[in-house]
Nanobody, 116 residues
Framework: QVQLVESGGGLVQPGGSLRLSCAVSGFTCSDYFMDWVRQAPGKGLEWVSRIATTNTYYADSVKGRFTISRDNAKNTLYLQMNSLNPEDTALYYC???????????WGQGTQVTVSS
C-alpha cells in the first residue's frame, strides 16, 4: 500500500527555518521523480521543487532558500526551508510524479505558517 506522510510543519517567524519530511512506504522514492507542492489559503496549487534521479529543481519563488533532498536508507523526502516569509504560508504536500506533469500519489499535507 502506497503512503506518503508529511510532517515538520508549524508556526515560524519570518526569517526562520523549518524542515519538512515525507515518509514514503509502498514504493522506493529514489525510483521516481518526487515533488513538493503547496497551496496557500484561497489560492491554487503551486509547484515548489522536484528531485529527479540526481538533479533538483526549484520554483523561482523559493530558489536559494529551499533545498530538496532524499534519504534513500529511510525512504524519506525532505524540504529544508530557510529565510521563510509570510508568502510561504501554505499547506505543503509531497507527491509522486506521474508522466512528468501529473501526480498519482499525494500525502495529506503539513501546514506551514510564517507569521510574527
Amino acid at each position: 500500500q502506497v503512503q506518503l506522510v508529511e510532517s515538520g510543519g508549524g508556526l515560524v517567524q519570518p526569517g526562520g527555518s523549518l524542515r519538512l519530511s515525507c515518509a514514503v512506504s509502498g514504493f522506493t522514492c529514489s525510483d521516481y521523480f518526487m515533488d513538493w507542492v503547496r497551496q496557500a489559503p484561497g489560492k491554487g496549487l503551486e509547484w515548489v521543487s522536484r528531485i529527479a534521479t540526481t538533479n533538483t529543481y526549484y520554483a523561482d519563488s523559493v530558489k536559494g532558500r529551499f533545498t530538496i533532498s532524499r534519504d534513500n536508507a529511510k525512504n524519506t523526502l525532505y524540504l529544508q526551508m530557510n529565510s521563510l516569509n509570510p508568502e510561504d504560508t501554505a499547506l505543503y504536500y509531497c507527491a509522486r510524479v506521474f508522466n512528468n506533469y501529473a501526480y498519482d500519489y499525494w500525502g495529506q499535507g503539513t501546514q506551514v505558517t510564517v507569521s510574527s
